[in-house]
């Protein structure tokens, strides 16, 4: 055999490979062309019969040497879409500049029918004194494959990126990030209806207080700055007067700015204001609220006065909480105890909540997450000050904030992983006898080392290579080189930096007459990037899923057919459901009602607008039923998500509180009847018999001093005119009595008479004008007697309050209505009322027992201030139908 020139062909997707080998004669031309690791062979260039094959490729086509001499081109090579291609198409293999044929990827057949992708290039030879072709190939399937798979893992990573932005814009809070200069970088569709904006566009990138009124959100601002000074989480409320609202504010600061999340607790500021004002009267239902009430001292250690029974949320009897006066400061956790403690040191501001957040050990030792807000009440008849509170446990709260931040930081390293991408390949051949390794200069660089001498190689690989690898590829090495076994496989090697990179290694060797290894030739690619775009999928899915299943409300995936396709543990645990028991049933087998007022067709397709938020009816895998608040909102064209929240607790809680307001308003009739009649009996009683008695004795003693008088002793004569005196007093006392007791001329004459006579005598006593202005036809209409008795006296009760409260000078009583209806407005024009004390409050009962009162002939009572000045006191009565 003589050749003539050999041209190694340039591959230009393996920069490893891209040299020249000068002309060299036989048998080193041989030893090359069999040696090689990459396929080779040579073909005929009139009839494409392959003339010469070298070990690599009968490896990896599957032919033996002999079958496969007996192969033309044709029979291997396919096009990219798998067909069989002509003489002449192979001969129209483009040829380039340089002499070479130009490098072209097709599909090669092996022998059990299996096809690879491989980037071909071919040189123009003579072969044995005739025209043939070398052929070198370069096998990319591997590669091919690898980019389809970090394809399918950019496009799972960007699937769960929008899944997770669709499940946090279902969080009820509104969350809002903001870079250190306080401009707005995210805001999901809570924070949109809270800040009043319809899209992102109106605020992404400008500055918060360009866009909100900076005086009225001093509080704010000064939260978000002292968190970035002191990287330190920001829990706070704070009113927003344009808006009419309490924020409550959780600021989470980082380097890069501000995570802010939001709720608008307006209802329940006013509702917690109302329960700490009512406290007494509505202590039964406190009681009962799953939120710890409690009373403490006002001073550290701040020991338990009462707690209410909802201590048990901590595994406690409030028995046991109160029998250690250090149960709560043994209880807080030692990173919050200096915190609150300072917190609480500070001093508390009149009609203002003191709020903090602290973390309490419970019976089983783990830690829960507690909201405090309390108010200090002064002392009063005789009873030391203290504090009145009220926690609630904000534990599933903070700790789904926590998931959905580590959610957010998974995500943001999981698609850095998924960019990088990096494939190469440096060819390596090793000398045994001498024992020379020599590596490609690509190989040391992609390390970040300086290239190491053929000889030197073992001690530096070594060390370079993972412990936990070296043995494993010594095994795999010496398996190759004494029992022929294929020599392909993965390790780890440190990098320059102190980084483990991962390399796929693979090569095959030479061996003698004897059977000894004397040559060994192969590649190494880096398939770092690969590795972590498998372990950043795995990592992405698990933490997809954690955050999945740690939400604290249910969530169900629907399919376009209402068929359930997954549910996280809460919404299992809510249904009454285990393992995959709802996976594939109808969404509607659960409803107990057999209409539901969502139109789930319509969610399908409209990702931007939320279902409405309802209320169902689920019936439970014991066949129970549970209240359930629903929203709904589509994920895509076939898909849609329901979040489902417990309320049969507040369900509960309105009935009790319905309940109590019943009993309430009974008791409250009953005790207005017997103090009707109880008023009727002392009145009776003062006029039958003390004033009886009083009378006659004022008229025997006048007879008396009528008879005798003027021989009586002038000492016994001037004590007998002083009693006759205090005797007179003494009847006028009793009378005024009577006219409290029983006003005059109400069951004589009714409500008219008996107000113009009350009005003329407080003109009387009390110096200020007051007016009775009574409706056309009124002046005699009589009302029932229970109706103008309750009347009566909030009329009276409003009168006395303008005269001494408010320092009215004029006080108009407007009385209108007809034989069915009643209608009283007491006006002044006096200091007014605030607003807190429209309702009442605890220890002023004047504006309370008008109501009670008022409430207990079904009338409507109100107080309101006038737009003038003063107030205006209403009842307003309508007889029940027939």
Known sequence: MSVRVIQQPQNPTDPATAHSVPQVKEPQDRLLFDANPQPMWVFDQASKRILAVNAAAVARYGYSREAFLQLTVMDIRRTPQGQRLTAQQIDDDAVGANGLRLTARWQHALKDGGLIDVDVTSSDLEWEDRPARLVVVNEVTEQLALERQTERARSESRAALELLNHVIDRVGDAIIALDTELRFTYLN????????????????????????????????????VNALQTQQFEVFEAFYAPWDKWIEVRVFPSPLGLSIFCNDITERKLFERLLLDRERDFRLLVEHMPAMIYRASVDPPYSALYVSPSIHILG???????????????????????????????????????????????????????????RRIDAAYGRPAF????????????????????????????????????????????????DQLNLSPDFWQQLGFQPVAGADYRSHLDAMTHPQDIRRHREAMRAHLKHHQPFNMEV??????????????????????????????????????????????????????????????????????????????????????????????????????????????????????????????????????????????????????????????????QTALLTYQLELSELTQRLLAQEKNTTRRVAQSLHDNLGQTLAVARLNLDAVLATAGDSLPPALAEQCQQLARMLAQAVLDVREVLADLRPPLLEEQGLTAALDNEIRATKVSAGTDVLLEV???????????????????????????????????????????????????????????PPDMQLGRPGHLGVVGMRERSISIGARFSVSAEPSGGTCVTLHWEAPPS
């Open 316 to 374: 406690y009897t409030a028995h046991e909480w109160l029998a250690d006066p250090l149960s709560w400061t043994k209880a807080l956790h030692p990173d919050d105890c200096e915190r609150a403690m300072a917190a609480l040191s500070e001093p508390y501001v009149d009609g203002e909540d003191h709020q903090i957040q602290y973390r309490l050990r419970d019976a089983q030792g783990q830690w829960r997450h507690f909201r405090d807000r309390s």
């Open 189 to 224: 569709a809570p924070a949109l209806r809270l800040l009043e904006r319809d899209h992102e566009a109106q605020l992404i990138g400008r500055y918060i207080w360009d866009e909100y009124e900076l005086e009225h959100g001093r509080a704010f601002h000064n939260a978000y």
């Open 387 to 434: 504090v009145q509170g009220i926690a609630l446990d904000v534990t599933d709260l903070v700790e789904s904030e926590q998931a959905l931040r580590e959610s957010e930081a998974s995500l943001r390293r999981s698609e850095q992983r998924y960019r990088l991408a990096a494939a190469g390949g440096q060819v390596w051949d090793w000398d045994l006898v001498t």
């Open 492 to 653: 780890r090697i440190g990098d320059a930096r102190g980084e483990w990179r991962w390399l796929h290694i693979q090569g095959q060797a030479e061996w003698d007459a004897q059977g000894r290894a004397i040559f060994m030739a192969g590649t190494t690619v880096d398939i770092t990037p690969r590795k972590k775009a498998e372990a950043a999928l795995r990592e992405s899915e698990a933490y997809r899923r954690s955050l999945f299943e740690q939400l604290a409300d249910g969530v169900l995936l629907i399919d376009a057919s209402n068929r359930i396709l997954d549910a996280n543990s809460q919404a299992l645990s809510m249904l009454g459901h285990e393992g995959e028991s709802l996976v594939n049933r109808s969404l509607k087998s659960l409803l107990a009602e057999q209409r539901v007022p969502i139109a789930f067709d319509a969610l399908l397709g409209n990702s931007q607008q939320p279902g409405p938020l309802v209320e169902w009816t689920i019936v439970r895998g014991d066949g129970s039923r549970l209240p359930v608040e629903v929203r709904t909102r589509a994920l895509d064209a076939r898909r849609y998500i329901a979040v489902l929240r417990d309320i049969h607790e507040r369900r509960a809680a």
């Open 775 to 833: 409706g056309d036809g009124l002046a005699g209409h009589r009302w029932p007697l229970d109706v103008e008795y309750s009347a009566f006296m909030v009329a009276r009760e409003a009168i006395t309050n303008a005269r001494l409260h408010a320092q009215a000078s004029l006080i108009r009583v407007v009385l209108e209505g007809s034989e069915k209806k009643l209608l009283l407005n007491v006006i002044d024009d006096g200091l007014g009322i």
